[in-house]
């Protein structure tokens, strides 16, 4: 039973096979005979429209020789060539070559000599040379229109030439032309043009040799192999000089019809394909066109017919065995069903014990599972109540650094009312009233800086709401400077400030700025205590999108390893009770939070310099219309 089973089967894929193989096939043969018409006529549309262009581009210069043989200038020099000076005919040649676009124009008298030539002053000149060999000259001297075409003697350049007889005295019944006028047509245009097709194109004389064609390669050979005695003639001819015109290696496959066939190469560019050949005659100059189209549409048309049956085929062949494997596979479903069925019964009954079984575990983990979801809620409310405890702890730290900020950033102020105070009482004594209110002031001012400090160090936690505003950075160190205006005259610190000649105005909050620069000053007065000729140094300069302030000491600078650590709060170079380390980690978090940054480095010649960054700003309108009122 397996064996023959087998064996059916085995034979119905050998039949399946064969018919996709003879389907392909025969789809292959109707596709091939199909795109093959296509391309004939494809083909014989070309040939038909190049052959009307090269036949036309070619007569239209066939009256030109008859035109200008009649021109008396022409005529007067043929008549007496010895007396005459010919550059003016050589210049009125070359004027007409120029004008028809033809490539040379020469005059030939009575016994083929080259008397004027319109390539007069080219050192392959035609003046000279004897032509009495060309079938042109001996059609026009014995008076009729002359048509020739090969290689030029002198320019070895393929043309066709157009002659006609020149008569001084054509009354006389036995009147013979004086000259011959000759006209050389160059035939690269029409070259150029077949070469911008996909087809290839060729022209054949009737000694089949291939004179002009879109493909270099064969340009000047033979179609087919040339015998001895061609050869011969051809040389005698000189129509094509001494080429060796080599065969162009064409090998007919199959004949399709009287003008068509399928061709190859065995050499050259067109040795790998084959090719549609169709021919032309052009009864006019007695030369046949050639024309080769590639056969690769075809192969693709026969590959693409091919697939397509064969997918075709393979689709009803594949819904057949579907069909058949479907009613096989329903037999198939029903002996199960029955067989399910009587399964089911049993199955039910074990089902239902293990249901049974199953609820009681599924209880008993319910239970679980409850406990457990009490007491992850217990474990849920401690981490919150401890999180919240976390955080009042973090708050009171905060508020704990601000505390001991307040002291260390109010020390200069009150140092200064307090020099401003003392100053008051001795100017009264002195009655000198006037320096007395104008200390006072300065303390009024004072207080009030004090206040706005306060205020801020109130909001170092957190980022200001406010906008920054446009603040002038000469102002702010201005003030700065003012608060230890009696520390530097006492320390005899030199200060220098390098300022730009117009006011730089960056985006920043006035009193912080400020804040920021009485730190780093008061930093960089203290790091010269020791120093025996102190320098503090304040400069700024503008680019593009930024303003950059530097405050340099001539001091000790930062040791290298505390470069890292010096904006970190608490820590401090200083000796103890000199500073709680706050007041550098309170400027960098005002710079970020003014959208700007506080760097330190040491200078290559001694000393710190803190560089602050900040946006720069335009010009208040108020300030921008006062200048323009200047």
């Known amino acids: 039973m397996n064996i023959s089973l087998f064996r059916w089967r085995y034979l119905w894929l050998m039949a399946v096979t064969l018919g996709l193989f003879l389907c392909m096939w025969q789809a292959s043969l109707l596709a091939r005979e199909q795109a093959l018409n296509n391309l004939q006529q494809e083909a014989e549309n070309e040939l038909r429209l190049s052959a009307a262009n090269l036949n036309g581009y070619l ?45 040379d124009v020469y005059l030939l008298d009575r016994n083929a000599d080259t008397i004027a030539a319109s390539n007069w002053h080219r050192p392959n000149t035609f003046i000279g040379q004897n032509y009495a060999f060309r079938s042109y000259y001996q059609d026009a001297i014995a008076g009729g229109q002359g048509r020739f075409y090969g290689l030029g003697l002198q320019s070895q350049e393929r043309g066709y030439y157009f002659s006609s007889p020149v008569w001084l005295d054509d009354t006389s019944p036995d009147a013979r032309p004086d000259g011959v006028l000759v006209i050389k047509v160059l035939l690269n245009d029409v070259e150029e043009s077949w070469a911008e097709q996909e087809s290839t194109l060729f022209v054949t004389d009737d000694d089949d040799i291939i004179f002009l064609a879109s493909q270099p390669e064969l340009r000047m050979s033979a179609l087919y192999p040339l015998t001895d005695e061609q050869r011969q003639s051809l040389h005698a001819t000189k129509r094509y000089g001494q080429e060796p015109l080599p065969p162009s290696g064409i090998q007919v496959q199959d004949i399709l019809n009287v003008h068509s066939r399928v061709v190859t190469f065995e050499e050259g560019p067109l040795s790998n394909g084959h090719y549609l050949n169709l021919t032309r005659e052009i009864p006019e100059f007695n030369w046949q066109m050639h024309i080769l189209k590639p056969l690769s549409p075809v192969v693709n048309a026969q590959w693409m017919a091919a697939l397509m049956a064969g997918g075709l085929y393979g689709i009803v062949a594949l819904a057949a065995g579907i069909g058949w494997q479907r009613l096989r ?285 900040l946006p720069l700003a335009p010009a208040p309108r108020a300030t921008q219309e006062t200048v323009s009122d200047a």
């Open 59 to 103: 007569l239209r210069y066939d009256y030109l020789p008859q035109m200008l043989a009649t021109r008396e200038g022409v005529q007067r020099f043929l008549a007496s060539p010895d007396s005459q000076d010919p550059m003016p005919l050589n210049l009125l040649l070359d004027r007409f070559r120029f004008t028809s676009g033809v490539s």
């Open 329 to 613: 596979l329903r037999r198939e479903r029903e002996t199960f069903a029955e067989r399910e069925r009587q399964t089911l019964a049993r199955v039910r009954d074990e089902l239902e014990m293990s249901v049974e079984r199953r609820t009681r575990d599924l209880v008993a983990s319910n239970q679980r599972l409850s406990d457990e979801i009490d007491e992850r809620r217990r474990a849920e409310a401690n981490l919150r109540q401890t999180q919240d405890e976390l955080i009042q702890a973090a708050k009171l730290a905060v508020l704990g650094q601000l505390a001991a900020g307040i002291n260390h950033e109010l020390n200069q102020p009150l140092a200064a009312i307090r020099a401003y105070s003392e100053n008051a009482r001795r100017f009264i004594e002195l009655s000198r009233v006037e320096q007395a209110d104008a200390n006072l002031e300065q303390i009024i001012e004072l207080t009030h800086r004090m206040a706005d400090i306060s205020a801020q160090l109130r909001q170092f936690s957190r980022k200001s709401s406010d906008h920054p505003e446009t603040v002038s950075v000469q102002a702010c160190a201005d003030y700065a400077l003012r608060l230890f205006q009696s520390r530097l005259r006492d320390d005899r610190i030199e200060v220098e400030q390098q300022w730009p000649e117009d006011t730089l105005w960056v985006k920043a909050d006035l009193v912080r700025l400020e804040q920021v620069l009485v730190n780093l000053i008061g930093n960089a007065l203290q790091a010269m205590k020791e120093t025996p000729s102190p320098t503090l140094t304040l400069r700024a300069q503008a680019s593009s999108q930024q303003v950059i302030i530097r405050v340099a000491d001539n001091g000790p600078g930062i040791p290298t390893q505390y470069l890292e650590q010096v904006f970190e709060p608490f820590f401090t170079t200083k000796a103890p009770g000199s500073g709680l380390g706050l007041g550098l980690s309170i400027s960098s978090r005002i710079m970020d939070d003014l959208g700007g940054k506080l760097q330190a480095a040491n200078l290559p010649g001694g000393g710190a310099c803190f560089t602050i960054t």
